[in-house]
Protein backbone atom coordinates (compact mmCIF):
# COMPACT_ATOMS: atom_id res chain seq x y z
CA UNK A 1 0.00 0.00 0.00
CA UNK A 2 2.81 2.45 0.25
CA UNK A 3 3.32 2.93 -3.27
CA UNK A 4 0.17 4.35 -3.47
CA UNK A 5 1.04 7.34 -1.28
CA UNK A 6 -0.38 5.96 2.17
CA UNK A 7 0.14 8.96 4.41
CA UNK A 8 2.74 8.17 6.75
CA UNK A 9 4.04 9.84 9.87
CA UNK A 10 7.94 10.12 10.31
CA UNK A 11 10.30 11.44 12.81
CA UNK A 12 10.29 14.89 13.51
CA UNK A 13 12.84 17.30 11.74
CA UNK A 14 15.40 19.07 13.58
CA UNK A 15 14.07 22.49 14.79
CA UNK A 16 11.01 21.62 14.38
CA UNK A 17 9.91 19.44 17.90
CA UNK A 18 7.60 20.07 20.20
CA UNK A 19 7.76 19.75 23.90
CA UNK A 20 6.26 16.71 24.74
CA UNK A 21 5.49 17.02 28.51
CA UNK A 22 3.60 20.55 27.62
CA UNK A 23 1.90 19.33 25.24
CA UNK A 24 0.95 15.70 27.20
CA UNK A 25 -0.32 18.21 30.09
CA UNK A 26 -2.17 20.15 27.78
CA UNK A 27 -4.09 16.79 26.22
CA UNK A 28 -4.57 15.04 29.72
CA UNK A 29 -6.81 18.02 30.64
CA UNK A 30 -8.57 18.87 27.10
CA UNK A 31 -9.03 15.28 26.73
CA UNK A 32 -10.00 14.41 30.35
CA UNK A 33 -7.29 11.22 29.85
CA UNK A 34 -4.98 11.25 33.32
CA UNK A 35 -2.97 8.09 32.57
CA UNK A 36 -2.09 8.54 28.45
CA UNK A 37 0.76 8.57 27.48
CA UNK A 38 1.94 10.88 24.09
CA UNK A 39 3.85 10.10 21.15
CA UNK A 40 4.62 12.60 18.35
CA UNK A 41 6.06 12.28 14.78
CA UNK A 42 5.34 14.77 11.88
CA UNK A 43 3.92 14.39 8.70
CA UNK A 44 7.44 15.20 6.77
CA UNK A 45 5.39 16.94 3.53
CA UNK A 46 4.20 19.94 2.77
CA UNK A 47 5.55 23.51 2.90
CA UNK A 48 3.79 25.83 5.16
CA UNK A 49 2.30 25.31 8.24
CA UNK A 50 3.48 22.46 10.04
CA UNK A 51 1.91 19.10 10.55
CA UNK A 52 1.77 16.46 13.20
CA UNK A 53 0.53 12.90 14.03
CA UNK A 54 -0.41 12.59 17.99
CA UNK A 55 -1.17 9.00 19.42
CA UNK A 56 -2.34 10.15 22.80
CA UNK A 57 -3.72 6.64 24.36
CA UNK A 58 -5.98 4.80 21.68
CA UNK A 59 -6.81 8.26 20.50
CA UNK A 60 -4.55 9.36 16.87
CA UNK A 61 -5.15 13.30 16.48
CA UNK A 62 -3.23 15.52 14.20
CA UNK A 63 -1.77 18.88 15.59
CA UNK A 64 -1.29 22.12 13.33
CA UNK A 65 1.15 24.97 14.12
CA UNK A 66 2.47 28.03 11.81
CA UNK A 67 6.22 27.17 11.02
CA UNK A 68 9.28 28.06 13.25
CA UNK A 69 10.36 31.72 12.11
CA UNK A 70 7.36 33.04 11.01
CA UNK A 71 6.79 36.70 11.12
CA UNK A 72 3.42 36.86 9.16
CA UNK A 73 0.21 35.92 11.50
CA UNK A 74 -2.57 36.48 9.52
CA UNK A 75 -0.98 33.38 7.08
CA UNK A 76 -1.12 30.93 9.57
CA UNK A 77 -3.91 31.87 11.94
CA UNK A 78 -4.74 28.70 13.86
CA UNK A 79 -7.75 30.12 15.68
CA UNK A 80 -9.07 30.97 12.05
CA UNK A 81 -8.55 27.56 10.48
CA UNK A 82 -9.95 25.92 13.45
CA UNK A 83 -12.95 27.99 13.09
CA UNK A 84 -13.57 27.10 9.84
CA UNK A 85 -13.27 23.46 10.51
CA UNK A 86 -15.94 23.94 13.16
CA UNK A 87 -18.45 25.22 11.25
CA UNK A 88 -17.84 23.01 8.28
CA UNK A 89 -17.48 19.56 9.88
CA UNK A 90 -21.30 19.15 9.81
CA UNK A 91 -22.14 20.31 6.68
CA UNK A 92 -19.20 19.49 4.58
CA UNK A 93 -18.37 15.97 4.48
CA UNK A 94 -14.45 16.37 3.64
CA UNK A 95 -13.47 18.88 6.51
CA UNK A 96 -11.60 16.97 9.10
CA UNK A 97 -13.25 17.66 12.98
CA UNK A 98 -11.38 19.56 15.25
CA UNK A 99 -10.79 18.70 18.67
CA UNK A 100 -8.96 21.91 20.46
CA UNK A 101 -7.30 25.12 20.62
CA UNK A 102 -4.75 27.13 22.13
CA UNK A 103 -3.09 30.39 22.34
CA UNK A 104 -1.37 29.77 25.42
CA UNK A 105 2.44 30.58 23.65
CA UNK A 106 3.87 28.66 26.89
CA UNK A 107 3.00 24.98 25.12
CA UNK A 108 4.22 25.31 21.93
CA UNK A 109 5.53 29.06 21.38
CA UNK A 110 2.68 29.69 18.87
CA UNK A 111 -1.01 28.80 18.94
CA UNK A 112 -2.47 25.15 17.55
CA UNK A 113 -5.09 23.36 17.17
CA UNK A 114 -5.77 19.59 17.35
CA UNK A 115 -8.07 17.31 14.41
CA UNK A 116 -9.17 14.07 13.99
CA UNK A 117 -6.65 11.96 11.90
CA UNK A 118 -8.64 10.54 8.51
CA UNK A 119 -6.76 7.53 6.75
CA UNK A 120 -6.01 7.85 2.62
CA UNK A 121 -3.82 8.39 0.08
CA UNK A 122 -2.75 11.71 -0.71
CA UNK A 123 -1.20 11.99 -4.07
CA UNK A 124 1.93 13.83 -4.18
CA UNK A 125 4.29 14.64 -6.99
CA UNK A 126 4.18 14.06 -10.56
CA UNK A 127 4.46 10.34 -10.64
CA UNK A 128 1.72 8.49 -10.77
CA UNK A 129 0.45 5.53 -8.40
CA UNK A 130 0.18 2.31 -10.74
CA UNK A 131 -3.34 1.99 -10.20
CA UNK A 132 -3.91 5.16 -12.12
CA UNK A 133 -0.99 5.29 -14.62
CA UNK A 134 -2.34 1.40 -15.90
CA UNK A 135 -6.47 3.18 -15.96
CA UNK A 136 -7.24 6.41 -17.71
CA UNK A 137 -10.68 5.49 -17.15
CA UNK A 138 -9.86 5.74 -13.29
CA UNK A 139 -7.65 8.44 -13.82
CA UNK A 140 -10.22 10.77 -15.70
CA UNK A 141 -12.93 9.66 -12.91
CA UNK A 142 -10.58 10.90 -10.14
CA UNK A 143 -10.17 14.21 -12.02
CA UNK A 144 -14.02 14.50 -12.49
CA UNK A 145 -14.44 13.97 -8.49
CA UNK A 146 -11.64 16.64 -8.03
CA UNK A 147 -13.04 19.74 -9.82
CA UNK A 148 -16.89 18.59 -9.27
CA UNK A 149 -15.69 18.71 -5.23
CA UNK A 150 -14.62 22.30 -5.76
CA UNK A 151 -17.68 23.24 -7.69
CA UNK A 152 -19.50 21.76 -4.73
CA UNK A 153 -17.42 23.26 -2.18
CA UNK A 154 -18.37 26.75 -3.91
CA UNK A 155 -21.73 25.90 -4.37
CA UNK A 156 -22.18 25.44 -0.56
CA UNK A 157 -24.30 28.25 1.27
CA UNK A 158 -21.79 29.45 3.35
CA UNK A 159 -24.64 32.01 5.27
CA UNK A 160 -26.31 28.61 6.53
CA UNK A 161 -22.92 26.86 7.30
CA UNK A 162 -21.98 30.26 9.77
CA UNK A 163 -19.16 31.71 8.06
CA UNK A 164 -20.79 34.42 6.66
CA UNK A 165 -18.41 36.82 8.59
CA UNK A 166 -15.38 34.64 7.29
CA UNK A 167 -14.04 37.19 4.74
CA UNK A 168 -15.48 40.88 2.82
CA UNK A 169 -16.25 39.40 -0.78
CA UNK A 170 -16.50 42.93 -1.92
CA UNK A 171 -13.19 44.22 -3.92
CA UNK A 172 -12.16 40.82 -2.66
CA UNK A 173 -9.97 40.70 -6.45
CA UNK A 174 -8.24 43.64 -5.83
CA UNK A 175 -7.36 43.17 -2.43
CA UNK A 176 -5.65 40.20 -3.34
CA UNK A 177 -3.83 41.12 -6.33
CA UNK A 178 -2.70 44.13 -4.02
CA UNK A 179 -1.67 41.78 -1.32
CA UNK A 180 0.59 38.98 -3.07
CA UNK A 181 2.10 41.84 -4.75
CA UNK A 182 2.94 43.66 -1.51
CA UNK A 183 3.91 39.89 0.02
CA UNK A 184 6.43 39.38 -2.65
CA UNK A 185 8.03 42.82 -2.43
CA UNK A 186 8.80 42.10 1.69
CA UNK A 187 10.02 38.73 1.04
CA UNK A 188 11.99 39.20 -2.70
CA UNK A 189 15.65 37.85 -2.27
CA UNK A 190 16.48 37.88 -6.31
CA UNK A 191 15.56 40.13 -9.20
CA UNK A 192 13.06 38.27 -11.08
CA UNK A 193 11.98 41.04 -13.48
CA UNK A 194 9.02 38.68 -15.17
CA UNK A 195 7.55 38.55 -11.39
CA UNK A 196 7.35 42.23 -11.56
CA UNK A 197 5.65 42.70 -15.24
CA UNK A 198 3.24 39.80 -13.96
CA UNK A 199 2.48 42.19 -10.93
CA UNK A 200 1.93 45.35 -13.02
CA UNK A 201 -0.08 43.43 -15.54
CA UNK A 202 -2.68 41.49 -12.59
CA UNK A 203 -3.10 45.24 -11.63
CA UNK A 204 -4.26 46.88 -14.95
CA UNK A 205 -6.39 43.80 -16.03
CA UNK A 206 -8.59 43.03 -12.71
CA UNK A 207 -12.03 42.06 -13.49
CA UNK A 208 -14.82 42.40 -11.68
CA UNK A 209 -15.67 40.75 -8.37
CA UNK A 210 -18.13 37.35 -9.27
CA UNK A 211 -20.72 36.15 -7.29
CA UNK A 212 -19.28 35.16 -3.59
CA UNK A 213 -18.25 31.85 -2.28
CA UNK A 214 -16.47 29.83 0.06
CA UNK A 215 -13.14 29.56 -1.24
CA UNK A 216 -10.25 27.16 -0.21
CA UNK A 217 -7.22 28.96 -1.98
CA UNK A 218 -4.67 26.82 -2.27
CA UNK A 219 -6.81 23.55 -4.23
CA UNK A 220 -4.64 20.70 -5.22
CA UNK A 221 -4.31 16.91 -5.56
CA UNK A 222 -1.81 17.00 -2.05
CA UNK A 223 -4.35 19.09 -0.55
CA UNK A 224 -6.80 15.95 -1.18
CA UNK A 225 -7.14 12.76 1.00
CA UNK A 226 -8.36 9.87 -1.45
CA UNK A 227 -10.39 6.45 -0.20
CA UNK A 228 -7.81 3.79 -0.26
CA UNK A 229 -10.31 1.14 -1.97
CA UNK A 230 -11.79 3.81 -3.78
CA UNK A 231 -9.53 6.93 -5.64
CA UNK A 232 -12.41 8.63 -6.47
CA UNK A 233 -14.25 8.82 -3.21
CA UNK A 234 -12.58 12.34 -1.75
CA UNK A 235 -11.78 11.29 2.20
CA UNK A 236 -10.53 15.00 3.25
CA UNK A 237 -9.58 18.45 2.24
CA UNK A 238 -6.96 19.17 4.03
CA UNK A 239 -5.18 22.72 5.18
CA UNK A 240 -7.81 25.40 5.35
CA UNK A 241 -5.77 28.40 6.37
CA UNK A 242 -6.55 30.29 3.40
CA UNK A 243 -9.65 29.70 2.98
CA UNK A 244 -12.19 33.11 2.97
CA UNK A 245 -15.68 34.33 1.35
CA UNK A 246 -14.57 35.53 -2.31
CA UNK A 247 -14.79 35.16 -5.99
CA UNK A 248 -14.81 31.24 -6.62
CA UNK A 249 -12.76 31.87 -9.83
CA UNK A 250 -9.63 32.94 -7.77
CA UNK A 251 -9.74 29.79 -6.47
CA UNK A 252 -10.36 27.52 -9.75
CA UNK A 253 -7.24 30.41 -11.40
CA UNK A 254 -4.81 28.79 -8.46
CA UNK A 255 -5.91 25.36 -9.02
CA UNK A 256 -5.35 25.65 -12.99
CA UNK A 257 -2.40 26.65 -10.98
CA UNK A 258 -1.43 23.64 -9.95
CA UNK A 259 -2.20 21.55 -12.81
CA UNK A 260 0.63 20.66 -14.97
CA UNK A 261 -0.25 19.07 -18.50
CA UNK A 262 1.88 17.12 -20.92
CA UNK A 263 3.16 19.82 -23.09
CA UNK A 264 3.65 22.29 -20.49
CA UNK A 265 7.54 23.84 -19.98
CA UNK A 266 9.62 20.84 -18.83
CA UNK A 267 10.30 22.43 -15.15
CA UNK A 268 6.91 22.55 -14.73
CA UNK A 269 5.98 19.09 -15.67
CA UNK A 270 9.20 18.32 -12.94
CA UNK A 271 7.58 20.50 -10.24
CA UNK A 272 4.26 19.21 -10.27
CA UNK A 273 2.18 18.97 -7.69
CA UNK A 274 0.23 15.81 -8.63
CA UNK A 275 -0.11 13.66 -11.34
CA UNK A 276 -2.18 15.66 -13.42
CA UNK A 277 -0.25 14.94 -16.87
CA UNK A 278 -0.72 11.03 -16.48
CA UNK A 279 -3.00 9.60 -19.69
CA UNK A 280 -6.67 10.07 -18.91
CA UNK A 281 -5.92 13.13 -17.05
CA UNK A 282 -8.35 16.10 -17.74
CA UNK A 283 -6.71 18.94 -19.29
CA UNK A 284 -7.22 22.75 -17.57
CA UNK A 285 -9.70 23.65 -20.67
CA UNK A 286 -11.44 20.43 -19.83
CA UNK A 287 -11.76 21.14 -15.82
CA UNK A 288 -12.85 25.00 -16.31
CA UNK A 289 -15.52 23.14 -18.71
CA UNK A 290 -16.68 20.32 -16.06
CA UNK A 291 -16.92 23.13 -13.67
CA UNK A 292 -18.86 25.43 -15.80
CA UNK A 293 -21.37 22.70 -16.35
CA UNK A 294 -21.40 21.82 -12.36
CA UNK A 295 -21.90 25.54 -11.09
CA UNK A 296 -24.36 26.10 -13.79
CA UNK A 297 -22.07 29.42 -14.55
CA UNK A 298 -21.21 30.91 -17.54
CA UNK A 299 -17.62 31.43 -16.97
CA UNK A 300 -15.58 34.48 -18.82
CA UNK A 301 -12.05 33.84 -20.27
CA UNK A 302 -9.89 32.15 -17.59
CA UNK A 303 -6.43 33.59 -18.37
CA UNK A 304 -6.43 36.91 -16.03
CA UNK A 305 -7.25 33.67 -12.89
CA UNK A 306 -4.12 31.49 -14.54
CA UNK A 307 -2.11 34.13 -14.35
CA UNK A 308 -2.72 35.13 -10.90
CA UNK A 309 -2.88 31.36 -9.40
CA UNK A 310 0.79 31.51 -10.99
CA UNK A 311 2.03 34.66 -9.16
CA UNK A 312 0.15 33.66 -6.21
CA UNK A 313 2.03 30.21 -6.21
CA UNK A 314 5.43 32.03 -6.78
CA UNK A 315 4.92 34.68 -3.73
CA UNK A 316 3.90 31.53 -1.73
CA UNK A 317 7.24 29.83 -2.70
CA UNK A 318 9.26 32.66 -2.66
CA UNK A 319 8.17 33.52 1.58
CA UNK A 320 9.00 29.54 2.07
CA UNK A 321 12.08 30.69 0.38
CA UNK A 322 13.07 34.03 2.19
CA UNK A 323 12.83 31.56 5.49
CA UNK A 324 15.44 29.20 4.59
CA UNK A 325 18.01 31.56 3.33
CA UNK A 326 17.47 33.46 6.93
CA UNK A 327 18.10 30.59 8.55
CA UNK A 328 14.12 30.11 10.08
CA UNK A 329 14.38 26.85 8.31
CA UNK A 330 16.87 23.75 8.06
CA UNK A 331 14.32 21.91 5.52
CA UNK A 332 16.59 20.97 2.66
CA UNK A 333 13.49 20.58 0.59
CA UNK A 334 13.68 24.88 0.18
CA UNK A 335 16.92 24.90 -1.15
CA UNK A 336 16.29 25.51 -4.93
CA UNK A 337 12.94 26.90 -4.36
CA UNK A 338 14.07 30.02 -5.77
CA UNK A 339 14.49 28.46 -9.56
CA UNK A 340 10.81 27.75 -8.99
CA UNK A 341 9.51 31.12 -8.48
CA UNK A 342 11.48 32.29 -11.29
CA UNK A 343 10.20 29.34 -13.37
CA UNK A 344 6.44 30.40 -12.33
CA UNK A 345 6.90 33.64 -13.13
CA UNK A 346 8.00 32.93 -17.33
CA UNK A 347 5.14 30.69 -17.41
CA UNK A 348 2.64 33.35 -15.82
CA UNK A 349 3.79 36.09 -18.38
CA UNK A 350 3.71 33.31 -21.04
CA UNK A 351 -0.21 32.68 -20.04
CA UNK A 352 -0.89 36.42 -20.47
CA UNK A 353 0.55 35.93 -23.86
CA UNK A 354 -0.82 32.81 -24.96
CA UNK A 355 -3.83 32.35 -22.71
CA UNK A 356 -4.74 29.40 -20.51
CA UNK A 357 -3.54 26.67 -23.08
Known amino acids: MAQLGVDQPAPIRPGEELDVDKLQSFLRKELKQSSSRLVIEQFPSGFSNLTYCLTFGSQELVLRRPPFGN ?6 DMQRE ?38 GIILRGPQAPAALASDPALT ?3 CQSFIDNLADLHLLDYQAAGLGELGRPEGYIGRQVEGWSGRYQAASSDDWPQMDEL ?5 LNQPTDGPAG ?30 TLGDPLMDLGTTLAYWVQPHDPADQLKRAFGPTMVEGSLTRRELIDRYADRTQRQLPDMTFYFAYG ?7 IQQIYIRYLRGNTQ ?16 RGCDVIENGVG
Open 71 to 76: KVKSAH
Open 82 to 119: YQVLSQLADVYQPAPRPKAYSDDLDILGAEFYLMERRH
Open 140 to 142: RQL
Open 199 to 203: SAWLQ
Open 214 to 243: LIHNDYKYDNLMLAADDLTRIVALLDWEMA
Open 310 to 316: LFKLAVI
Open 331 to 346: DPRFAELGTTVESLAW
